[in-house]
């Protein structure tokens, strides 16, 4: 890779590499968070930020009525294949738990508040919400959790990029719904958080609130680079809690969470798998001490296979 400050050599000499994202204003937040990451990393090449549109953009319905994982992660992928893109910026918690052979995640960044945010403009809390209101939210999980919670709850499908959401919860189309606390973060809409929901109450999806770069495996100036801003905490946990899904399901046709955290030198996990309607509940826990992604992914897959034996056939995986 070139070396050499662009400041002294025209645009035209200077080494471009190209970011890819979809076009919300999260995902526009996070690639921009990375291409700064990397110009501090290597100031000598020129970082642009590029928007693709994904399926998962353009889907009115339910998710897994459209193939679940991967809809918001492919177009980034083919573009990454074809080389109209250097890299890819995801939210891990949308990359399916099966990559491409081709491709590789070298780097995931620090992990950010992985609660999930419940919003309203009338009730305090999960616990004041009135019998029979009416909850907008298109998350299987979220659902069977509230479910499991509050049975008297009601349910809309409510779908759409942050601002989306909250201007639908504006209108009324819904008492209250949830976002992912590390995306209103990011975003400094924090003020809009009416209760950062407990994770005994409700554990997050796997990998949620950590953002991840993808790129070609046979790259190995850049891929020197990038993995410079990986972060080792994040990375076992996320490992450890997508390998639980792989051995569960893998795709999003099926209520599972999944919460791994590094507490006194050990990775403390805790996972759970619930029925559409949250009246059956699988948990499971445990800890390790844990020194590599191989025993981190080790550790999630056996804790995975564990519930899916203990589960039987009371709950249905659409696999």
């Not at 942050?162 to 995306?183: D, I, S």
């Amino acid at each position: 890779m070139a070396r050499g400050s662009p400041r002294e050599r025209p645009d035209s000499l200077q080494h471009i590499q190209t970011i890819g994202t979809r076009g919300s204003p999260l995902a526009l937040y996070q690639a921009h968070a990375v291409r700064d990451l990397l110009r501090a990393a290597d100031p000598d090449t020129d970082w642009r930020v590029q928007v693709l549109k994904t399926t998962g953009d353009a889907i009115k319905g339910e998710l897994k009525d459209f193939g679940g994982k991967g809809l918001f992660t492919r177009e980034l992928e083919e573009a990454l294949l074809d080389g109209r893109i250097d890299l890819a910026v995801h939210s891990m918690k949308d990359v399916p738990t099966v990559g491409h052979e081709r491709l590789v995640i070298p780097a995931v960044l620090t992990r950010e508040d992985p609660r999930d945010a419940f919003i309203s403009l009338q009730h305090n809390s999960i616990d004041t919400l009135p019998d029979g209101a009416l909850v907008g939210t298109a998350s299987l999980r979220r659902r069977a959790q509230l479910s499991a919670l509050r049975p008297d709850i009601r349910f809309c499908l409510l779908r759409g990029n942050v601002q989306t959401r909250l201007r639908k919860l504006g209108e009324g189309v819904c008492e209250a719904t949830f976002l992912a606390v590390a995306g209103l973060n990011r975003l400094e809409e924090q003020a809009r958080i009416t209760q950062a929901v407990p994770t005994e109450l409700m554990l997050p999806a796997p990998a949620q609130g950590v953002i991840g770069i993808e790129m070609r495996r046979d790259d190995e100036d850049l891929r020197e680079v990038v993995a410079g801003l990986n972060d080792r905490r994040s990375e076992l946990a996320i490992t450890a809690e997508r390998a639980f899904l792989r051995a569960l399901d893998g795709s999003c046709r099926t209520p599972i969470a999944a919460l791994a955290e590094m507490r006194r030198g050990q990775l403390g996990f805790r996972g759970e798998v619930l029925s559409h309607d949250g009246q059956l509940r699988f948990a499971c826990a445990d800890g390790r001490a844990l020194e590599t992604v191989g025993e981190a992914y080790d550790f999630g897959y056996v804790l995975g296979e564990s519930l899916r034996t203990e589960i039987g056939g009371r709950i249905t995986f659409d696999d």
